[in-house]
């Protein structure tokens, strides 16, 4: 019987239950009233409290600083750092879309200028730098249903600590799990009907880790870079077809809008319920044949690409013959 190390139960505990505390406390105080109300494009229909992810945040740094405080790069720490800090700053008082990305841009740039630059060349630092701007704006964009953002993180870095275990680097595994353990404490008040919002405080910050700890993945070998692709791509292929569409109507990309799949899916009357528990079963679909996937040759490994990509260009091409059917759009 394989031992597990007691850092693999405590950190993500100690995670658990910062996030779970903070979250009811705020809950007590009624989020200090920032709230989320409702509008034409929303799918909620009552005021509900936005800033649940900065308790998220909280639990999950608050892990790393006391249990694993020299594990990660300082460019990480300072993306986190701001974008925590300028995301809640638009939660309570709104900011400009181009501030924000200003901000997004800074701290990615600082991420994969710091790891990638001076190994890998300039040009792949900013083709990364590109890509983790976009992950961690997709991870907002999906987040606008009841317990999938929150789903998506639980079930996404489970993943990632899970295949970092297996290649044998257990503190990386450990900073993951403590991450899904935060989201699985903020699923508890999140899961429809939900109490709490995750606000862009959270879904800002945990694109940008799902991103930034994708990368590091790769360049410690732990896996190839096709994996994070696989393990996010329920959110990867929902956010990028829709923003292609958008962008092929000459609309503006950065409003809000109600589009998405998801989104559609529950206004067609599956609701958010449903909508979360099919959106957790892709997604641990994906991110299981992800983690098995790595273990077998490049052959096998293209075969669940290519599947994936097909299964997801069918679903959505149903998903738009239904939705044109039902409301003429």
């Not at 239950?17 to 105080?29: K, Q, S």
């Not at 009624?30 to 800033?51: E, W």
């Not at 641990?284 to 040759?297: F, I, R, Y």
């Given at each position: 019987?394989?031992?597990?190390?007691?850092?693999?139960?405590?950190?993500?505990?100690?995670?658990?239950?910062?996030?779970?505390?903070?979250?009811?406390?705020?809950?007590?105080?009624?989020?200090?009233?920032?709230?989320?109300?409702?509008?034409?494009?929303?799918?909620?229909?009552?005021?509900?409290?936005?800033?649940?992810?900065?308790?998220?945040m909280l639990g999950v740094l608050a892990s790393w600083v006391a249990l694993l405080?020299?594990?990660?790069?300082?460019?990480?720490?300072?993306?986190?750092?701001?974008?925590?800090?300028?995301?809640?700053?638009?939660?309570?008082?709104?900011?400009?879309?181009?501030?924000?990305?200003?901000?997004?841009?800074?701290?990615?740039?600082?991420?994969?200028?710091?790891?990638?630059?001076?190994?890998?060349?300039?040009?792949?630092?900013?083709?990364?730098?590109?890509?983790?701007?976009?992950?961690?704006?997709?991870?907002?964009?999906?987040?606008?249903?009841?317990?999938?953002?929150?789903?998506?993180?639980?079930?996404?870095?489970?993943?990632?600590?899970?295949?970092?275990?297996?290649?044998?680097?257990?503190?990386?595994?450990?900073?993951?799990?403590?991450?899904?353990?935060?989201?699985?404490?903020?699923?508890?008040?999140?899961?429809?009907?939900?109490?709490?919002?995750?606000?862009?405080?959270?879904?800002?910050?945990?694109?940008?880790?799902?991103?930034?700890?994708?990368?590091?993945?790769?360049?410690?070998?732990?896996?190839?870079?096709?994996?994070?692709?696989?393990?996010?791509?329920?959110?990867?292929?929902?956010?990028?077809?829709?923003?292609?569409?958008?962008?092929?109507?000459?609309?503006?990309?950065?409003?809000?809008?109600?589009?998405?799949?998801?989104?559609?899916?529950?206004?067609?009357?599956?609701?958010?319920?449903?909508?979360?528990?099919?959106?957790?079963?892709?997604?641990?679909?994906?991110?299981?044949?992800?983690?098995?996937?790595?273990?077998?040759?490049?052959?096998?490994?293209?075969?669940?690409?290519?599947?994936?990509?097909?299964?997801?260009?069918?679903?959505?091409?149903?998903?738009?013959?239904?939705?044109?059917?039902?409301?003429?759009?």
């Open positions: 019987m394989v031992a597990i190390p007691s850092q693999f139960v405590i950190a993500p505990m100690f995670s658990f239950a910062v996030t779970f505390a903070l979250i009811w406390l705020l809950m007590r105080v009624n989020a200090l009233k920032v709230l989320d109300y409702p509008n034409s494009r929303s799918l909620h229909i009552k005021p509900v409290p936005r800033i649940g992810g900065v308790s998220l405080p020299t594990e990660l790069p300082l460019s990480v720490w300072m993306g986190v750092s701001l974008l925590v800090a300028i995301s809640l700053a638009d939660d309570v008082f709104g900011l400009s879309v181009w501030w924000r990305l200003l901000m997004h841009g800074s701290a990615a740039a600082c991420f994969s200028t710091a790891l990638l630059a001076g190994t890998h060349g300039w040009m792949i630092a900013a083709v990364t730098t590109v890509a983790v701007v976009w992950v961690t704006n997709l991870y907002n964009f999906m987040d606008g249903s009841d317990g999938l953002a929150g789903g998506m993180t639980l079930i996404g870095f489970s993943c990632y600590g899970l295949t970092a275990w297996l290649a044998g680097n257990e503190t990386f595994a450990v900073l993951n799990l403590c991450i899904a353990a935060a989201a699985a404490a903020f699923l508890l008040f999140n899961f429809h009907p939900a109490r709490i919002f995750m606000g862009d405080a959270g879904s800002i910050p945990l694109g940008f880790l799902a991103a930034a700890f994708g990368v590091m993945g790769w360049i410690d070998g732990l896996w190839p870079l096709w994996l994070p692709l696989l393990v996010f791509s329920p959110f990867i292929a929902d956010a990028t077809a829709t923003l292609a569409k958008r962008c092929l109507h000459g609309e503006k990309i950065w409003q809000a809008h109600r589009e998405h799949h998801y989104q559609r899916l529950v206004q067609s009357g599956f609701g958010h319920r449903n909508t979360a528990l099919f959106g957790y079963m892709l997604m641990l679909a994906a991110g299981a044949s992800a983690v098995w996937a790595v273990g077998q040759d490049a052959a096998i490994q293209l075969e669940i690409g290519i599947a994936w990509g097909g299964a997801y260009l069918m679903m959505m091409v149903i998903s738009d013959c239904y939705w044109k059917r039902r409301c003429g759009d």
